[in-house]
């Protein structure tokens, strides 16, 4: 079955700390997409990464990173010198085959404080 | 950059009205969703629909729910008699094709309040 877990509810740190969301996915699917998306206070839903399950060479923009390993069926992301702009529930998914929609993990909310 | 409009952005309703949610997908998109987040929750498929009819729908789409493209731009989503539980944000979300590599474009969201 398709799954994705974000075993972390809530993270709180201090701006300019590093900090790391994990993200634990379960697919029958031999090849795959796996997404971040962002959701600030304001609501919406943006997107901020996809990743192919061929290429796991961990991706950098900027102060974001992202290290997929699928040997664990992990696809963590790293934000680097938080910031309080940074503040926002945080939400992995992953294809789900059949229909092409797409399921999202229950969502980090992550509190950076000055 | 192209994106995904819905309206409205918050619309409070009696229990048990009719209530409709509108999205203008993005134009070369031909896959279109809806989700919805009660607040807090975790965002939850609803539907998909192509070509004119649904794709898959989720066990929370039931008979209240309804979906359609009239007019072949706008892209609704129709709650018939609405429950105090269909409070939560509804999303709806685009996509250019069926593969699964492409990313869902989102809109910024309708908050329904059901009193």
């Known amino acids: 079955a398709q799954k994705v877990t974000q075993a972390q509810t809530e993270i709180s740190v201090v701006e300019k700390e590093d900090v790391t969301l994990d993200c634990v996915y379960e697919t029958r699917d031999t090849t795959y997409y796996l997404f971040w998306y962002k959701q600030p206070p304001s609501g919406e839903l943006v997107f901020l990464i996809r990743r192919n399950s061929f290429d796991e060479q961990n991706e950098i923009s900027g102060r974001y990173s992202w290290n997929f390993q699928k040997s664990t069926s992990s696809f963590n992301f790293t934000i680097t010198a938080s910031q309080v702009v940074d503040s926002a529930v945080y939400f992995c998914?992953?294809?789900?085959?059949?229909?092409?929609?797409?399921?999202f993990g229950s969502g980090t909310r992550l509190s950076i404080r000055p | 950059e192209p994106e995904v409009t819905q309206t409205p952005s918050h619309q409070v309703t009696q229990m048990g009205q009719e209530v409709i949610l509108r999205c203008v997908p993005i134009s070369n998109h031909l896959y279109f969703y809806w989700y919805r987040q009660i607040l807090g929750q975790k965002v939850e498929f609803l539907v998909s629909?192509?070509?004119?009819?649904?794709?898959?729908k989720s066990e929370i789409f039931d008979d209240q729910f309804s979906v359609e493209r009239p007019d072949g731009s706008n892209f609704t989503l129709k709650i018939r008699s609405t429950k105090l539980e269909d409070s939560a944000m509804y999303f709806c979300a685009t996509k250019q094709d069926s593969l699964n590599t492409g990313e869902l474009f989102f809109g910024e969201g309708s908050r329904l309040t059901v009193l």
């Open positions: 629909f192509y070509n004119n009819e649904i794709s898959e």
């Open positions: 998914a992953l294809p789900y085959s059949s229909a092409s929609k797409i399921i």
